[in-house]
């Protein structure tokens, strides 16, 4: 059973910065594809980034490419999402996902694919 634990979400003007963390344990962590999530009252959540534990590839929605930056630090069992340049359109539920089975392969990162789920964390970009 993996457990995932977010943290770093908070308040910040447009064209600030965040670092969300994501503890992952309870698991042989280096099979798993891990991501994050955005999800915002009445719509579905929307994948942002995904990273292969396997070979440490990466994949960004569009809308966040170049702003965005997703990690992981195999000592602490953490992936990170460092967020840049952030926009009121950035404000949502941060939620890491993994999944044991599933390679990511591309931009589109779908929320069915993924088995395991944290919390999340809460972000809010002001104009």
């Known amino acids: 059973q993996v457990q995932l634990v977010e943290s770093g979400g908070g308040l910040v003007q447009a064209g600030g910065s965040l670092r969300l963390s994501c503890s992952v344990s309870?698991?042989?962590?280096?099979?798993?594809?891990v991501a994050w999530f955005r999800q915002v009252p009445g719509k579905e959540r929307q994948g942002t980034s995904c990273?292969?534990?396997?070979?440490?590839?990466?994949y960004y929605l569009d809308s966040v490419k170049g702003r965005f930056t997703i990690s992981r630090d195999t000592v602490t069992n953490t992936v990170y999402l460092q967020m840049d340049s952030l926009k009121p359109e950035d404000t949502g539920g941060y939620y890491c996902?993994?999944?044991?089975?599933?390679?990511?392969?591309?931009?589109?990162?779908?929320?069915?694919?993924?088995?395991?789920w944290g919390q999340g964390t809460q972000v809010t970009v002001s104009s």
């Open positions: 309870g698991s042989s962590y280096g099979y798993h594809a």
């Open positions: 990273i292969n534990s396997s070979d440490r590839t990466t």
């Open positions: 996902a993994a999944d044991p089975d599933l390679y990511c392969s591309g931009p589109i990162i779908e929320a069915g694919d993924f088995s395991f």
